[in-house]
């Protein structure tokens, strides 16, 4: 990454960074508040684990197909135009699987909320990563803390409509107004101009270092080992939004709104590892965070499994939150710096082919929970995080200097 020298931030850079804080807040609580209600929709359509898991699965499904046009529209209509679009028709998405009167409508409506969510995903980071370099220095994994306050926000939300009995109409209608204003408003702060301008001199001084460089072998056996460990992190966030609220209601029996805190506890905790992680990271290496960090889960989540109580399982997905913080970021990280590769090649694969792990997650865990049950299915999440600790070994043992 290179950054432009300069004064500093000016006013209409901090308001930039406020308008992009606010479009990642928005981004995280929007499918954040439908994650509580999943039961209820699983109840009302009848739906079997694996059937259940199929559904859940079309969000990341709708995600990677339109992930490889999300760079078209936003060199289309701008980064925080695209955003802005991205973010007002994910709610919509997420409102119409509220109100799904059949699985094939519940299944469209989250491939629309999953298409549009990787548009805001890609559009928002890119915006990001233009007030970054007015800025001078790293600022871009403040936006994804702040990302799990919305997806904390978004989940308090959902438990709290849960215990005052508002209706899935009423509950998703109200949140997806709120965020979508929250997103119009920030529009009127973004940066001016177009997205490339400010980029090109970096860009090209990227671009020429890559010029001529060849892809060895040892190149494709990393990359494929940070598509893994990104996978790695993706399993364990996806049983997080997938499969908490449900397993502690069901097999747990705990009480509706109980139950929804499973989720807000790894959003939560995945907050604090961010928030933290920049230093952790400085100090021990991307290398010793990474298998820290899988450790976390692995035993956090292994003794959830084999000791199963209520309180014990919200501690193990707080586990699994703060050991799977930092593991996508490093992976992107270390895929970015990648020799041979043309500047955001590297980032580009491992970010689109880690979506695989939220696509496949849904219904693997729902076809063994269905056979064996789910808390066997949950398995999945430390299998994920030995993967992690064993594939460690391809990040950097310390922060380069740039």
């Not at 928005?26 to 009848?46: C, M, S």
């Not at 028709?89 to 699987?97: E, N, P, R």
């Amino acid at each position: 990454m290179a950054f432009n020298p300069g004064s500093g931030p000016q006013p209409a850079d901090r308001r930039a960074r406020a308008a992009v804080a606010a479009l990642f807040l928005t981004n995280g609580a929007l499918f954040a508040n439908l994650v509580p209600r999943y039961p209820e929709i699983k109840a009302a359509l009848d739906l079997d684990n694996t059937v259940y898991g199929l559904a859940v699965a079309a969000f990341p499904t709708g995600a990677i197909v339109a992930g490889l046009g999300a760079g078209f529209l936003v060199r289309k209509l701008g980064s925080a135009q695209a955003a802005v679009a991205g973010t007002i028709l994910t709610g919509l998405g997420v409102l119409a699987a509220g109100l799904a009167p059949s699985f094939g409508l519940l299944v469209a409506a989250l491939l629309l909320g999953g298409a549009m969510d990787a548009v805001t995903d890609v559009a928002q980071n890119a915006h990001g990563l233009r007030v970054q370099r007015r800025y001078g220095r790293s600022i871009i994994n403040s936006f994804h803390a702040v990302w799990s306050i919305g997806a904390v926000l978004g989940g308090s939300m959902g438990a709290a409509a849960i215990a005052l009995g508002l209706p899935l109409g009423a509950h998703l209608g109200i949140s997806t107004a709120i965020f979508a204003t929250v997103a119009l408003v920030a529009l009127r702060f973004r940066l001016p101009g177009r997205d490339g301008e400010d980029a090109a001199a970096a860009h090209e001084t990227r671009a020429a270092g890559a010029r001529g460089a060849v892809l060895s072998r040892r190149t494709v056996l990393i990359i494929t080992a940070l598509v893994l460990i990104a996978i790695g992190g993706a399993l364990a966030e996806d049983a997080g939004s997938s499969w908490a609220t449900l397993y502690l209601s069901g097999s747990l029996g705990a009480p509706a709104a109980l139950a929804a805190t499973g989720f807000v506890a790894l959003v939560g905790s995945q907050f604090v590892g961010r928030l933290l992680g920049d230093r952790m990271v400085d100090r021990f290496g991307q290398r010793t965070v990474a298998r820290g960090g899988g450790l976390i889960i692995a035993l956090g989540m292994g003794l959830a499994l084999a000791f199963p109580t209520v309180p014990g399982t919200i501690a193990g997905f707080a586990a699994v939150g703060l050991g799977s913080a930092t593991l996508v970021p490093a992976a992107m990280h270390e895929a970015d710096e990648l020799p041979g590769l043309r500047a955001g090649t590297g980032l580009t694969i491992v970010s689109w082919l880690m979506r695989l792990g939220f696509l496949a997650s849904p219904p693997l865990v729902g076809m063994v929970a269905d056979a064996v049950g789910l808390r066997y299915g949950l398995l999945v999440v430390p299998i994920a995080a030995v993967l992690v600790i064993l594939l460690a070994g391809v990040l950097q043992p310390r922060t380069r200097t740039r």
